[in-house]
């Protein structure tokens, strides 16, 4: 049975604007809360942490790690302090080791055992290895002789990978025994992480003790477009047997990284009885509260991420149902299913409405806005679908009922309808909502030799927008729908064809039920419905 990891928790350690210290305090509280015990400071755009690292926290900066450091004490969390020098410094100028420890001391009185020295993100070269381990060792004897019961996480230059390089075996011939060292996976952003994946790195640094500063659901860089609502999934039960803990690397958007956050606490500390599902849908009741159905829907459409592949998104299954069956009788049903998702998702952020000011509605902000516009042309392509198809309406306490035939008219103004309001989405801003039109990842990967290099597969995401794909399938229909020749409309019970007259309307015998609509080579099956997904003009 796979082991809870010992250290689970988060890492600030993306790049943008760091949280503010209200937020961490927040998450501090959330993670102790779902039983994590880990929070590395270690904001990249904290200029004192990685820029301007030699610079000294003044009073005030200074009082806030002390409040940060006491409140992890209080939730049952270690709070670790990283700092990122790999730009500039001298590995071996005394000058600079001096500026290491002066900026770690104050950190050291206020009860502070966790360090990390953090060397990522910086240009390779020969020797940078051996340097880096002189360092490492220098800075944990120093630490040590402060305070011997320090620990020190190192996260090397190459951190992706699942195979020795000779980058890393000269970092193994040079770092202390006992110095963990991270590594994200055998990517930046890792779909899968396996226990094997995991050996096969352990291996190559000697078997040091092993965090996974796990890429997710951080959304820096080039990923800042999209927010990573999805759940936390992709990694082997049995990893936990090998890493000696894990870290989630979380959005710039804090109050929404709960969500993520809360299903990885649910895998870190009982991994064989993680249900994915399950455990996204307690975070999302959780984290929204008496909004918890508009972040729902929210979440579903912003699932896709490095974990999540646009193909496996919820409004993906149901677009997949609607192709087929278009082609045939039975569309009223999962047009009905996707208007629903929509109309849901178009009016999500009203939902705070009432509380502008909710962090979590500011942060999502960018995304409803944009998922408005997102939902506003889907529905306009589900209503040309219903307009090139033939409808009927019944009322069930005399069986008068009004059935109509594609209308080229009014065909032709949902088609402007479509367009419009999809020209409208393509020209807003990039947020992604449902799906991207292109984006991508930081997929860097190790070659079999061990170098460095992008896997493009991994990396580029295009044409994946439900959307764009609704409103294609929408055009192709009505663009097949103008080769036909126009047919009058004809409506069908169990038993009968009944008399339609010529504006459409018809009578049933008592008890009777349409049971399809046809106009020509296209039908419709009413299941019961007592008029099509939409209002229709026609029907009036």
């Known amino acids: 049975m796979p082991r809870p990891v010992p250290v689970r928790g988060v890492i600030e350690g993306f790049y943008g604007a760091p949280w503010s210290h209200e937020a961490r305090l927040h998450m501090i509280e959330f993670i102790g809360a779902h039983d994590m015990n880990a929070y590395v400071y270690a904001p990249k755009d904290d200029e004192k942490h990685r820029a301007r690292w030699r610079d000294r926290y003044d009073v005030q900066e200074a009082a806030r790690f002390a409040e940060l450091a006491a409140a992890s004490a209080r939730c049952g969390v270690r709070f670790g302090f990283a700092l990122s020098p790999g730009l500039d410094v001298g590995y071996a100028d005394p000058a600079d ?18 360090f990390v020295l953090a060397l990522d993100d910086i240009p390779p070269r020969a020797g940078l290895a051996g340097d880096q381990a002189d360092l490492a060792t220098w800075l944990l004897d120093a630490l040590r002789k402060r305070e ?3 620990r020190l996480t190192f996260v090397p230059t190459e951190y992706v990978g699942t195979r020795p390089s000779p980058y890393l075996h000269e970092l193994d011939a040079g770092l202390p025994d006992d110095l963990d060292v991270m590594w994200t996976g055998p990517t930046v952003c890792s779909p899968r992480i396996t226990a094997e994946d995991a050996r096969g790195w352990r291996a190559a640094l000697g078997g040091r003790p092993l965090l996974l500063w796990d890429n997710y659901p951080v959304n820096d860089g080039a990923m800042s477009r999209e927010l990573h609502l999805g759940p936390y999934r992709g990694r082997a039960p049995d990893i936990t047997d090998v890493v000696d803990g894990v870290l989630c690397n979380p959005m710039i958007e804090a109050h929404a990284s709960k969500i993520p956050v809360a299903v990885a606490a649910e895998f870190l500390r009982a991994p064989d009885r993680f249900d994915e599902r399950a455990a ?63 109309t849901a998702l178009r009016t999500a952020g009203a939902a705070w409405r009432d509380a502008p000011d909710d962090p979590l509605a500011v942060e999502v902000r960018r995304w409803t806005t944009k998922a408005a516009l997102e939902a506003d042309a889907g529905l306009a392509a589900l209503r040309l679908l219903q307009q090139v198809r033939p409808v009927a309406a019944t009322r069930a306490d005399d069986g008068d009922g009004c059935a109509a035939a594609p209308d080229a008219d009014l065909a032709l103004v949902h088609v402007f309808a479509l367009l419009f309001a999809w020209t409208t989405v393509r020209d807003a801003s990039p947020e992604v909502v449902l799906g991207p039109r292109f984006s991508f990842h930081p997929a860097v990967v190790q070659l079999p030799d061990g170098r460095a290099a992008v896997d493009v597969r991994l990396a580029l995401c295009e044409d994946a927008s439900v959307i764009d794909q609704l409103c294609r399938l929408a055009l192709d229909h009505y663009a097949h729908w103008t080769t036909l020749v126009p047919e009058p409309v004809r409506v069908m019970t169990a038993e009968r064809e009944a008399t339609v007259a010529a504006d459409g309307r018809f009578n049933l015998d008592h008890g009777a039920v349409v049971v399809l609509v046809r106009s020509g080579p296209l039908v419709t099956r009413l299941a019961g419905e007592d008029a099509p997904p939409f209002p229709d003009a026609r029907l009036s």
Do not use: F, H, N, Y
Request: charged content about 25%; proline content about 8%.
């Open 280 to 342: 996204w849908e307690r975070a999302i009741d959780e984290v929204g509260g008496s909004r918890a159905p508009a972040l729902g829907t929210l979440a579903r459409a912003c699932a896709w991420g490095p974990l999540l592949a646009p193909e496996e998104l919820d409004a993906r299954a149901l677009l997949d149902t609607l192709v087929v069956e278009m082609d045939g009788p039975g569309w009223q049903a999962p047009v009905s299913a996707m208007r629903d998702e929509l």
């Open 148 to 150: 011997p019961g320090v």
């Open 97 to 114: 080791r001096e500026a290491l420890t002066g900026k770690l001391q104050p950190l050291l009185d206020l009860g502070v055992d966790w």
